[in-house]
Nanobody
């Protein structure tokens, strides 16, 4: 069993930066790809970014490409999302998730095996 917990959410002004962390416990995630999703009020959960188990492969939603960076430190069992040039439309609850790495860029939420509880990110204009 894997437990995931997100940290680092909060309030940031438009154009500012925020760094989210996702800490895993229960077992090593070295065979798992890890992703970030977000859900705004009244909207469906949407894919943000995914990183392979090795950290060498990443994939981003078009809406965050060039602004957000996903990374992981397997020695610390932790994944990160560096959010730069934040926009009000980035406001959402951000979730981290894990899936056995198949070599594909998994962008669909229902495919993921484990989820964190979410952390609120609010970008003020």
């Amino acid at each position: 069993q894997v437990q995931l917990a997100e940290f680092g959410g909060g309030l940031v002004q438009a154009g500012g930066s925020l760094r989210l962390s996702c800490a895993a416990s229960g077992r090593t995630l070295s065979s798992y790809a890890m992703g970030w999703f977000r859900q705004a009020p009244g909207k469906e959960r949407e894919f943000v970014a995914v990183v392979s188990w090795s950290g060498r492969s990443t994939y981003y939603a078009d809406s965050v490409k060039g602004r957000f960076t996903i990374s992981r430190d397997n020695a610390k069992n932790t994944m990160y999302l560096q959010m730069n040039s934040a926009k009000p439309e980035d406001t959402a609850v951000y979730y981290c998730a894990a899936i056995l790495d198949s070599g594909l860029h998994n962008t669909r939420a229902h495919e993921y095996d484990y989820w964190g509880q979410g952390t609120q990110v609010t970008v003020s204009s």
